[in-house]
């Protein structure tokens, strides 16, 4: 799961491997209502900012910048959770992906004097953005409670062989297989030297299987970390979200599953408690 940081805010952007989710906010019908549900479920704040390409809300824990909330602009774009992929060459980036099978769908743009962005999905057709960080760069805090902590992409079985070979050529992931006959799971770690681990891996890739929706497209799953995973469950609830998987335990903690009061899926972890 995620490095456990938090950064001093402002100043220059933190330096990370490319392909490292660096960022995430949610497209949502109703940014007030977002930002109701999301500062009582996990206690953030918000900085509103619309000075460039319209409102957006930065979500803040303890201060530290942890995710975005924006409105939909189109009631054709999905309301959901995405996650960024930092990157020192957004333009060379998008090149690569087009090479490597994937799509660009929205080409390269600055964002004020904060970066560069753009949205690309892989040839499973799993959206995920890129980011450049100028004067802005991503997470402040992650791994703890009230901040992103974790992402993985589900894709078909169809598509899994493309899928694995386009994240493996684009980012130069390291790369392992989980060793169970349950889950179809392969854990990325940033390119480099040395055999990948669960204290460098950032993210994965798992397979939508039968317990799925036949109708559910390939997509990112972005993960919260919780203290307590059941008593969040219970206030997602209260403020009328829905839990699609009640709370499990695994070896990295006890997990569930949700959508918010307008339908973002996202997840929730709460690493074990320390013996």
Known sequence: MAATTARTPGGAPDERPEGTPCWADALLPDLEA??????????????????????????????????????????????????????????????????AGGQIITAPMRVGAAGITALAADPGGAVFGIWQA??????????????????????????????????AGVFGYRTRDLDDPSADFRVWSPAGSGEPTDADAIGGRSVI????????????????????????????????????????????????????NQGAAFAVLAEPKAA
């Open 34 to 99: 977002g930002k109701r549900f999301y500062g009582e479920l996990f206690g953030w704040t918000f900085t509103d900012s619309g000075e460039t390409y319209g409102p957006y809300a930065t979500a803040l824990s303890d201060g530290l910048r942890v995710a975005g909330l924006a409105p939909k602009r189109d009631g054709r774009m999905p309301t959901a959770w995405g996650v960024y992929l930092a990157t020192a060459d957004a333009v060379a980036l998008a090149a690569r992906i087009r090479e």
């Open 134 to 167: 100028e004067r802005r760069g991503g997470f402040e805090k992650e791994g703890l409670p009230g901040s992103y902590c974790w992402t993985e992409v589900y894709t078909r079985a169809r598509d899994k062989d493309a899928v694995d070979a386009f994240y």
């Open 209 to 260: 299987g039968g317990a799925f929706p036949a109708e559910m497209p390939a997509h990112f799953l972005v993960y919260f970390a919780v203290a307590d995973c059941d008593e969040t469950v219970a206030t997602a609830l209260r403020l009328g979200g829905r839990a699609t998987e009640d709370p499990f335990d695994t070896p990295y903690g006890r997990i569930a599953l949700l959508t918010d």
